[in-house]
């Protein structure tokens, strides 16, 4: 049990997948102007990535391993990504249509979404059991959403703020990520 708390509290906090790890950082600026599509946002990707974890773990371990190809893990892996992306655009696109107006080109490019593939990547490196693997993919997941939602909630109140107008946009959000991104380094000494 103790393993586990573990994995939770470092996968959310102290390697969180965009603000200690730098993966993911595309949606994480890109959809994270407003706190219902990064809700949706983090929806999705903890979807899929979940989903990844299980799916790549069962193939790594009863496909590639046994069948001596695992030089193909990073081909399988992606094909198994871009399959689960696809199938949660198609439901987004079918039962909410306004959320996946609102994510736009972002959903599809949780595909390319180096924090999906980097997880199943470290769910092999560190020879997780399934169990372990899948609390590890959940938790990275959670601080995924975590991340989008404390970005959403902070760009949501500067838009209220007078910022100079060099730093409005881009400027901005990259001075929000890089400060939300020191302040995790905080959560380093908990482990």
């Known amino acids: 049990m103790q393993e586990y708390l573990i994995i939770i509290i470092s996968a959310v906090l102290i390697n969180n997948i965009v603000l200690s790890q730098f993966l993911g950082i595309c949606p994480f600026l890109g959809v994270s102007k407003k706190l219902s599509s990064s809700l949706g946002m983090g929806g999705a990707v903890s979807f899929v990535l979940v ?19 695992g030089y193909m893990q990073t081909v399988a892996f992606i094909l198994i990504i871009a399959s689960l ?20 080109i972002y959903l599809p490019l949780i595909t390319t979404n180096c924090a999906v593939l980097g ?25 995924f959403t975590l991340a989008l939602v404390l970005m959403s909630g902070i760009r949501e109140r500067m838009e209220d ?5 060099s730093m409005q946009g881009t400027p901005i959000a990259l001075l929000i990520a ?4 020191i302040s995790f380094l905080g959560f380093s000494g908990l482990i």
Do not use: C
């Open 51 to 69: 989903l990844s974890g299980a799916i790549t773990w069962l193939v790594r371990h009863y496909i590639l391993v046994p069948f001596d190809i």
């Open 85 to 104: 992306v696809q199938f949660v655009e198609m439901v987004m696109r079918k039962f909410t249509p306004p959320l996946y107006k609102a994510l736009g």
């Open 119 to 143: 997880v199943a990547i470290i769910n092999i490196q560190k020879d997780f059991s399934f169990g372990r693997a899948m609390v590890h993919s959940l938790s990275h997941a959670a601080g």
């Open 161 to 165: 703020a007078d910022i100079p107008e």
């Open 178 to 181: 890089a400060l939300m991104s």
